[in-house]
């Protein structure tokens, strides 16, 4: 195995304790995503990539509630997509989002930086 690719195996087992992962490997790489998106059925809205494989394992470890079996199937998953590689991001991108904190609450951030305003609320003073 190569330099690299044990380095990206070993950030991979760095980050498996983040939920924040498994919410992004769900929204990039899961086939559930595709058909409410309009999107070839069977397929990734990012990528169009689809694997059966893959979508076992992420339900396998989304479900999982013991941290330590959850922690092996997360990396399963992650070792899955070293392997595979279904996509080779070419940029990051950047958000930013302005609120003033003395009168809004409740805003979140997905792991892949969409703003999530299911919780928003405007403080009363």
Known sequence: MSKQ???HRSQARAAVTRSALM?????LFHSRYSAALGTTAGS???SRYSNPELDQLLKAADSEV????????VEAV???LIQERPTIPLLASYSYTGY????????KSNAVGGVI?????LLEK
Do not use: H, S, T
């Open 78 to 80: 992650m070792e899955f």
């Open 44 to 46: 990734n809205r990012f």
């Open 5 to 7: 690719a044990q380095g």
């Open 23 to 27: 919410d992004a490997a769900f929204e």
């Open 100 to 107: 003033r904190k003395d009168k809004v609450a409740g805003i």
């Open 117 to 121: 305003l299911d919780d928003v609320y």
């Open 66 to 73: 013991d941290p330590e079996a959850r922690k092996l199937k």
